[in-house]
Structure formats: structure tokens, C-alpha cells
Antibody, heavy 121, light 107 residues
Framework: QVQLVQSGAEVKKPGASVKVSCKAS????????ISWVRQAPGQGLEWMGW????????NYAQKLQGRVTMTTDTSTSTAYMELRSLRSDDTAVYYC??????????????WGQGTLVTVSS | DIQMTQSPSSLSASVGDRVTITCRAS??????LNWYQQKPGKAPKLLIY???SLQSGVPSRFSGSGSGTDFTLTISSLQPEDFATYYC?????????FGPGTKVDIK
């Protein structure tokens, strides 16, 4: 069965960086991209961007351009999301999800369990 | 970016009720509209894709309709496990966006 397993919770200081991992299993990793979606406490869902696991192409949300980098390691079927220059309003649960605009018509059919990132001094 | 709105933002309903949630896009998105259910502390779950296609394993009491700018999610007979927050999401543009959510709770 398809599974996306994310790394554990992180606490970071303002200005620091965080890197969250998402290990995929149960399907051919390079057949689908991985999107990242975050959810601030008590708020809705915000799409952050997508990376192709096939060729590494990326598509980032404009508001995060320059602060976010998404990568994959096909040898371990793992996707990564790094967010830099953290601010308090980056505090959120970060989800990885299978699919994106270019490879699954923008439909997210499987999700990771979420990783809480807390930014606090 | 395409803006998505949902109404109502919350509703109270009883088990067995028919529930309808509306989603509106700021421009035409054809049928590129998906619905997700999220329970507290859990990841979202895909219910409906392409406006009206039921995701595998999702109960048939869930249905979706609409095209262009106006869409609806209907739960024909609300069950206890359906109390959750529901989000619509457009997949028409490369910049994917979600609606603000509709919370369905117990009356």
C-alpha cells in the first residue's frame, strides 16, 4: 500500500532553516511528483510547491520563492523540503502529498502524517 | 492566483441530515475541482476529484457536482464519522489553491 512517512517534529529559532523529509513506499517513486502543503494552527491548507521525482523539476508557490527548496533522493525514495529564514508565521504542520499539477492533474491522493515545525525564540 | 471561497464556513447538523457545501472559484476552472475531508490532528483525505468523481474507497453518500466557477459537495445522509472540516481545491492552474474550509459539527 502507498505510504508517505515524514520526519519528526522540529523546533527552530527565527532566522534558522528546517529540512523535512518524506519517505515514499508502495509505488514507483519516479512515477509521481511530491507536493508540500502546510497548515498553520487553526488555519486552512496552503500549497507550497511541487517537485517531480522523475527529473527534479520544481514549481514553487510565488510567496515562498527564494526561501524554499524541494529535492528528492531516488535511491531512497525520499523527498525533502527545506525552508530558510524562518519566521514565527512559518509555524505550521507541514504535509507531503503525492502528486501535483504536472503529473496527477493536481490531485493529492496520498498524504504523509504531517510534521509540526515550531518557530520560536 | 485563483481564489477559492466556501460557504458556509461552518454548519451544525444531525446524523441522517443531508448536507451541502458550496465552493466558488474566482474564475472558471472547468471541472478541475477536488474535495478533501480533514479530521482533527489528521492529514486531509481525498473524497472527490474532477468535480464529481468519487475516490476509491469513499462511501457513496458523498457526491460532487458543478463546473466553471460553482461547485457543491453533498453528503446524502450524515454519519457520525463525517463530522470534520471539508476543503475544496482547484487544480486548473499551476499554482494550486484551497478553499478556507467548512467545518461540519454535531447539532
Amino acid at each position: 500500500q502507498v505510504q508517505l512517512v515524514q520526519s519528526g517534529a522540529e523546533v527552530k529559532k527565527p532566522g534558522a532553516s528546517v529540512k523535512v523529509s518524506c519517505k515514499a513506499s508502495g509505488y514507483t517513486f519516479t512515477s509521481y511528483g511530491i507536493s508540500w502543503v502546510r497548515q498553520a494552527p487553526g488555519q486552512g491548507l496552503e500549497w507550497m510547491g511541487w517537485i517531480s521525482a522523475y527529473n527534479g523539476n520544481t514549481n514553487y508557490a510565488q510567496k515562498l520563492q527564494g526561501r524554499v527548496t524541494m529535492t528528492t533522493d531516488t535511491s531512497t525514495s525520499t523527498a525533502y523540503m527545506e525552508l530558510r529564514s524562518l519566521r514565527s508565521d512559518d509555524t505550521a504542520v507541514y504535509y507531503c502529498a503525492r502528486g501535483g499539477y504536472y503529473d496527477s492533474s493536481g490531485i493529492f491522493d496520498y498524504w504523509g502524517q504531517g510534521t509540526l515545525v515550531t518557530v520560536s525564540s | 492566483d485563483i481564489q477559492m471561497t466556501q460557504s458556509p464556513s461552518s454548519l451544525s447538523a444531525s446524523v441522517g441530515d443531508r448536507v451541502t457545501i458550496t465552493c466558488r472559484a474566482s474564475q472558471s476552472i472547468s471541472s478541475y475541482l477536488n474535495w478533501y475531508q480533514q479530521k482533527p490532528g489528521k492529514a486531509p483525505k481525498l473524497l472527490i476529484y474532477a468535480a464529481s468523481s468519487l475516490q476509491s474507497g469513499v462511501p457513496s453518500r458523498f457526491s460532487g457536482s458543478g463546473s466553471g466557477t460553482d461547485f457543491t459537495l453533498t453528503i446524502s445522509s450524515l454519519q457520525p464519522e463525517d463530522f470534520a472540516t471539508y476543503y475544496c481545491q482547484q487544480s486548473y492552474s499551476t499554482s494550486l489553491t484551497f478553499g478556507p474550509g467548512t467545518k461540519v459539527d454535531i447539532k
